[in-house]
């Protein structure tokens, strides 16, 4: 099945500063990569999601890219604000497979005003 | 905007009780699902359900576990005889079409606490 790995666990940076979460895929057919919010206590939410087809999308200060042949993606968040402080989670699925996610183990961001 | 619900949002239990765990996705919705996130860990795949059976499940939906859909809105999550290892929280999602938009929305979840 596959496996996603997602560094660092945890992340400090100062207020402005960009932020960089890294995951790493092991199944070749997964072709659907979502980043995931959570902030304590509270439900996942979708910020930003690629598919396999393309290799870079932005939505102002949130970015991913994919490389499929490396099999990795980044979350890339720039000008950082307090309220991003939470956890993020990388994911993969096989949209052809039934679309259930595997969930990378989290990155605690923690945006220091 | 519509949203899934998850009900209760805290469930306490003796180990070797019953629990079941209420969804309702969102109305028009299709594939639905159960994750559980174990206090300080990743989300974990669990099951997925379509057109009334499940479609795939994950090593840690054993035979303790079953879902249903009762009536044709609410998704249920039935563990039978609870162990220490299930206090988790539960998140149900769903997801309306896979193929062009495969966002999966995920509801509050349900704190399961296994005493």
């Known amino acids: 099945g596959e496996n996603v790995e997602q560094h660092p666990s945890t992340l400090s940076v100062q207020e402005g500063d960009s932020a960089v979460i890294k995951c790493t895929y092991s199944d070749s057919a997964s072709n659907y990569f979502p980043w995931y919010k959570q902030e304590l206590g509270k439900r996942p939410q979708l910020i930003i999601d690629i598919r396999s087809n393309v290799g870079e999308k932005k939505d102002q200060r949130i970015a991913v890219t994919l490389n499929k042949t490396a099999k990795h993606f980044s979350l890339h968040i720039t000008e950082t604000q307090p309220e991003d402080s939470a956890v993020y989670f990388c994911?993969?699925?096989?949209?052809?497979?039934?679309?259930?996610?595997?969930f990378g183990g989290g990155t605690r961001l923690m945006v220091k005003p | 905007e519509p949203e899934v619900t998850q009900t209760p949002s805290h469930q306490v239990t003796q180990m070797g009780q019953e629990v079941i765990l209420r969804c309702v996705p969102i109305s028009n919705h299709l594939y639905f699902y159960w994750y559980r996130q174990i206090l300080g860990q990743k989300v974990e795949f669990l099951v997925s359900?379509?057109?009334?059976?499940?479609?795939?499940k994950s090593e840690i939906f054993d035979d303790q576990f079953s879902v249903e859909r009762p009536d044709g809105s609410n998704f249920t999550l039935k563990i039978r005889s609870t162990k220490l290892e299930d206090s988790a929280m539960y998140f149900c999602?769903?997801?309306?079409?896979?193929?062009?938009?495969?966002?999966?929305?995920f509801g509050p979840g349900t704190r399961l606490t296994v005493l």
């Open positions: 359900f379509y057109n009334n059976e499940i479609s795939e």
């Open positions: 999602a769903s997801i309306s079409f896979i193929g062009i938009n495969n966002e999966q929305f």
């Open positions: 994911a993969a699925s096989n949209t052809n497979a039934g679309n259930m996610l595997t």
